[in-house]
């Protein structure tokens, strides 16, 4: 289970949600959760997309009405590739 992150910059909260919840991004988000477990981590299957959080900038007057979004609570099942399963054999061939 894990979150994506929040992006640096505000934008309209229809541009955030929709930049947030892009495929690409959750797919990005997907592998890296898997790969951070070690060598030869992969992912199996999304279980669930996870629900999309908005926050409203603050701080500034320039923040004001626009929002950073994004996704938590994304699960994903991880595996492990066997070691020597794909042909790779260190210091051979």
């Not at 949600?17 to 992969?42: L, M, V």
């Not at 991880?78 to 399963?85: A, Q, T």
């Amino acid at each position: 289970m894990g979150n994506t992150i929040p992006p640096q910059k505000c934008a309209a909260k229809e541009d955030a949600s929709q930049r947030a919840s892009d495929p690409y991004t959750i797919d990005k988000f997907t592998k890296r959760f898997c790969e951070t477990q070690g060598y030869g981590w992969y992912v199996s299957e999304a279980n669930d997309q996870g629900k999309l959080v908005c926050e409203e900038c603050s701080g500034d007057a320039s923040g004001a009405g626009k929002y950073k979004c994004h996704v938590e609570d994304i699960v994903v099942t991880c595996k492990r590739l066997k070691p020597g399963s794909v042909g790779l054999f260190p210091g051979e061939g």
